[in-house]
């Protein structure tokens, strides 16, 4: 799922997502609408003002509305937090980005609002200026520019966050119920076409839950090229190479020398001076720094950190990690992670 073209529209349920807006389109003041990283909407607008719904249907002034959607966006995006400026006829409009894993997969575009403080206008950057603006002070244009509603600069912020907060939360959850629910048909699956073997069915919910520990272990645990390691002696890359790749197994020394094909007192010798550390010592830190980045981005209890990584017994766990960072895990995890 991570790893594919990330597309909002398949990641949310869309109706329920609908729902979700309307209501905090009523509980915030403003109007709301939901697009993907293309700028296309995904979802209806709610609430959305009938003076801006005229500029934005009108030939005249429906050029200038997306200029304003676009620009937003893409500062929105460029600063990775949420954007608000004036539109071409001075209205406050916002661009909140939903990015996950640092990738950008759409946006929340809210406003339509008047600051109640005039003078707080200058705190915002008019984004577009239109040529046409007075047209709206024509009577009927007039009362509905006056229609739109007001609102406080720091009751609007306090808006923004909440709704950029809310926004990424629920898509990231969306995301992880999606991965277990692909995890889940995949074992089905194998099941069907006889990959478990026969009188093995009745373990389906433990292989369920190892799947989805893998899953898990894959999902939050870096695995780009600086957490990995290259051997200045290729001899020793096999072990290395298993490590890394399989991180909810063991792998004692004995395994570890037959794998590269030379005795273990070789190969403790020759792990010794590539990384200047005894075998032993470099695989329990290393174990340890990949639960640091499931405690830090997890709430996974940690009697499964440590079974996820293929300690024997939390117990043990819990006396490494105190080895390498001086805390327990659950010291780190409360006072430690920021």
């Not at 996950?100 to 003078?119: E, N, R």
């Not at 009188?199 to 090229?225: D, M, P």
């Not at 005795?263 to 005894?278: I, Q, V």
Request: charged share 25%.
């Amino acid at each position: 799922m991570r790893s594919g073209s990330l597309k909002l529209d398949k990641i949310l349920d869309i109706p329920k997502w609908q729902n979700l807006q309307d209501a905090l389109a009523l509980v915030t003041g403003l109007a709301i609408i939901t697009v993907d990283y293309k700028g296309v909407p995904i979802t209806q607008h709610s609430s959305r003002r009938q003076f801006c719904g005229y500029m934005r249907e009108h030939p005249d002034t429906e050029t200038f509305c997306q200029k304003c959607d676009s620009r937003g966006g893409l500062e929105a995006v460029r600063i990775g937090m949420p954007y608000m400026y004036l539109c071409h006829c001075h209205i406050v409009d916002i661009a909140i980005p939903i990015i996950v894993d640092d990738k950008y997969i759409g946006a929340i575009m809210a406003g339509q609002i008047k600051l109640s403080d005039k003078s707080e206008e200058d705190r915002l950057e008019t984004i577009l200026n239109s040529p046409i603006q007075n047209k709206y002070n024509s009577s009927g244009f007039r009362k509905q520019f006056d229609e739109i509603p007001s609102m406080l600069f720091d009751q609007l912020q306090s808006a923004v966050d909440m709704l950029s907060i809310l926004s990424n939360y629920i898509v990231e959850e969306a995301m992880n119920k999606n991965l277990v629910l692909e995890m889940y048909e995949q074992v089905l699956s194998n099941e069907r076409i006889g990959v478990i073997p026969e009188g093995h069915q009745v373990n389906t919910v433990e292989n369920i839950r190892r799947n989805l520990g893998v899953a898990v272990v894959s999902a939050y645990i870096k695995t780009s090229g600086e957490n990995k390691q290259t051997c200045t002696n290729k001899i020793l890359q096999p072990a290395i190479d298993h490590i890394f790749e399989h991180k909810g197994a063991m792998l004692p020394q004995k395994m570890a020398a037959e794998m590269c094909h030379i005795s273990p007192g070789h190969f403790s010798r020759l792990f010794m001076k590539e990384t200047g550390e005894h075998y032993a010592n470099f695989y329990s830190r290393q174990k340890v720094e990949w639960s640091k980045q499931l405690l830090e981005k997890t709430n996974l209890p940690i009697t499964q950190i440590s079974d996820e990584l293929g300690f024997n017994e939390p117990g043990y766990f819990i006396k490494t990690f105190r080895k390498f960072e001086g805390v327990t895990p659950a010291i780190y995890r409360k006072f430690i992670v920021t």
